[in-house]
């Protein structure tokens, strides 16, 4: 799948799309033209090892990269995906994206948005 949620209505190609859909706000995504179809109909779970929050710093941005307190290999976020359609050549293009929420206290030292996590024990 591509990150980058192209929703199925979208009638140019996927290139052309100039909104960012790479991460969806929680607080907006059942309102967003781009996202709120797809928040109704197909809503899913990412199986993540972590993910990188950057954080900028007087020398450049910093990586840091955050996984599940217990060291588990497998975290889920919540995210949405779609199908697209060709109307051309009749391709389809499945992509996603995932949905961030504000930051626990641990997060909100480095970032200030944070994936929604379904990890028990939290990052």
């Known amino acids: 799948m591509r990150w980058g ?8 190609a996927p290139k052309e799309l100039k909104v960012a859909t790479f991460n969806a706000r929680a607080e ?4 967003k033209i ?10 899913c779970l990412i199986p993540v090892s972590g993910y990188y929050e950057w954080q900028d710093t007087p020398n450049g941005k910093q990586p840091w990269y955050f996984t599940a307190r217990d060291g588990s290999p497998a975290l889920t976020t919540a995210g949405l995906w779609d ?7 009749g391709e389809t293009l499945k992509s ?6 504000e ?19 939290g990052f």
């Open 34 to 43: 781009f996202l709120r179809e797809a928040f109704k109909r197909t809503r």
């Open 103 to 121: 930051p626990n206290e641990f997060v909100a030292e480095v970032h200030d948005r944070m994936p929604v996590s379904t990890c028990r024990k």
């Open 83 to 89: 199908e697209w359609r060709d109307r051309a050549s």
């Open 28 to 31: 907006t995504v059942a309102e």
């Open 96 to 101: 996603r994206t995932m949905i961030i929420t």
């Open 5 to 12: 949620l192209v929703p199925r209505w979208w009638s140019k």
